[in-house]
């Protein structure tokens, strides 16, 4: 079966200090695996997608991941947090059955930047 | 390009009420997903939309119930609202039956309270 789960429920780092949020996947196959953000009462932002091509995975706003097989993980990194990176993050993976897919979400992460 | 819009943005119901909600897809997307995402947790998948039939289902009561019509827009509704209805619902639209490789687009939710 497919998830993922992220490993720290709450980050925090200080502004111009590099960010890494976890995130440990499990599938019978090879899984195609996204990043979403989630501001304060806003819906959800793509940040980027593993989808079986490069391994390494660069996004908007500096983000970037590095899907490792051998390690069955996708962490979410960043040279230096901003301010505006404060909010949820989801480690999502996809399920595919019956000739569709569906998103499987993990629980979130979110990260607070400190001045 | 619109995005995935979502009407209304908050609502406020009593338990034992019906409720609709409703879902423009991003231009071009032919796949529409519903997502509820409960405070402090990741979204759950309700169901799939492709064709205007439902593809697939998540683990929801039959109160849960949609559509999708010929212009592929979509409708959530719920009835007999409980309070443990009370959520974040997040549409999520996707091209080509929800191909992987494309991401999925979502809106901004529909806060539901019920009281």
Not at chain 1, 16 to 35: A, D, E, K, Q
Not at chain 2, 87 to 112: E, I, K, Q, V, W
Request: with cysteine; hydrophobic share 30%; charged share 15%.
């Amino acid at each position: 079966a497919q998830s993922v789960t992220q490993l720290d429920s709450h980050v925090s780092v200080s502004e111009g200090t590099p960010v890494l949020l976890r995130c440990n996947y499990s599938s019978s196959y090879s899984p195609s695996l996204f990043w979403y953000v989630q501001h304060p009462n806003k819906g959800l932002q793509l940040l980027l997608k593993y989808t079986s091509a490069a391994t390494l995975v660069k996004g908007i706003n500096g983000f970037e991941a590095e899907f490792k097989k051998s390690e069955t993980s996708f962490h979410l990194t960043k040279p230096s947090a901003h301010m505006s990176d404060a909010a949820e993050y989801f480690c999502v993976v996809i399920l595919f059955s019956g000739g569709y897919n569906k998103l499987i979400f993990g629980a979130g992460t979110r990260l607070a930047v400190h001045p | 390009d619109a995005g995935v819009t979502q009407s209304p943005t908050h609502l406020i119901k009593t338990r034992g009420q019906q409720v609709t909600l409703r879902c423009s897809p991003k231009s071009g997307h032919d796949t529409v997903s519903w997502y509820q995402q409960a405070l402090g947790q990741g979204p759950q998948f309700i169901f799939q939309y492709y064709e205007e039939e439902e593809r697939q289902r998540g683990n929801f009561p039959d109160r849960f119930s949609g559509h999708q019509f010929p212009n592929y827009s979509s409708e959530l509704n719920v009835n007999a609202l409980l309070l443990g209805d009370s959520a974040l619902y997040l549409c999520a639209s996707s091209p080509n039956r929800g191909d992987r490789r494309y991401g999925y687009t979502f809106g901004s939710g529909t806060r539901l309270t019920v009281v």
